[in-house]
């Protein structure tokens, strides 16, 4: 079983910048893909980035070159860095886990991004 526990979210202005952290808790942190998604009102939940256990990484056309996916597997977290944000950028923010069959969700952050 892992717990994933997201922070960092807020409300910033566009161009702003924002940090989020994922927390997982549970062994073999570090075999597991790992990924960030997001949901807005009214919309589907979509992959932002993701990274995997070695360390290949993706990203979802419209964050390329301002977001950017990391993790430290000493500190069983994985962090997503958004830079140049923008109002449709707004959204909760998930942490997903993924090992084979597996997956697990955090609760969601939200950000907001606004004038």
């Known amino acids: 079983q892992v717990q994933l526990v997201e922070s960092g979210g807020g409300l910033v202005q566009p161009g702003g910048s924002l940090r989020l952290s994922c927390a997982a808790s549970g062994s073999f942190f570090s075999i597991y893909t790992m990924g960030w998604y997001r949901q807005a009102p009214g919309k589907q939940r979509e992959l932002v980035a993701g990274i995997t256990s070695g360390g290949s990484t993706n990203y979802a056309d419209s964050v390329k070159g301002r977001f950017t996916i990391s993790r430290d597997n000493a500190k069983n977290t994985v962090y997503l860095q958004m830079n140049s944000l923008k109002p449709e950028d707004t959204a909760v923010y998930y942490c997903?886990?993924?090992?084979?069959?597996?997956?697990?969700w955090g609760q969601g952050t939200q950000v907001t991004v606004v004038s």
């Open positions: 997903r886990a993924d090992l084979r069959f597996l997956r697990y």
